[in-house]
């Protein structure tokens, strides 16, 4: 091969990757939007309880409860469903209230659950 055709082939290359790049972070991009109402909901309503560290009742008693042996931290979780997180929405727990709906509509919550088991 000549100089000029490895030149060629290299742009081809960088041309391509480049492509691939693109398609990927749109197909990211939609995928976040999609999830940037629940993130909204969870922000407002969950975290001020259930973010890390101290000074957030949520993530202690929730250290409490498990001991470790899942995350205190609600985003951590990897055992959720959003079936399950649907029911202590709506049901409440301990020092938790129930959610109502003109707080949080079943729109919401639907988001809310996909946001929070998306791991
Ligand atoms: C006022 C503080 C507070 C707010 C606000 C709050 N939580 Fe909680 N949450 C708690 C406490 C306290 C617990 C009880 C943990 C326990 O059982 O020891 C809890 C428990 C939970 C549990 C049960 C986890 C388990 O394994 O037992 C889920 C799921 C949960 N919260 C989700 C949410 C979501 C989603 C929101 C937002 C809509 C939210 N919480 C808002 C304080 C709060």
């Known amino acids: 091969m000549t100089m000029r055709t490895h030149r060629i082939a290299a742009i081809g290359a960088a041309a391509f990757v480049a492509l691939g790049a693109t398609a990927w972070l749109a197909e990211t991009a939609s995928a976040q939007d999609t999830n940037e109402r629940g993130r909204a909901v969870y922000e407002y309503w969950c975290a001020p309880c259930h973010a890390p560290g101290p000074g957030h009742p949520g993530t202690q008693s929730l250290q409490v409860k498990y001991n470790g042996s899942v995350p205190a ?40 659950a996909r946001y929070v088991t998306r791991k």
């Open 73 to 112: 931290v609600l985003l951590e979780r990897t055992d959720l469903t959003p079936e399950a997180v649907k029911v202590f929405v709506r049901q409440g727990v301990l020092s938790m209230a129930p959610f109502r709906k003109t707080e949080i509509s079943d729109e919401d919550l639907d988001a809310l």
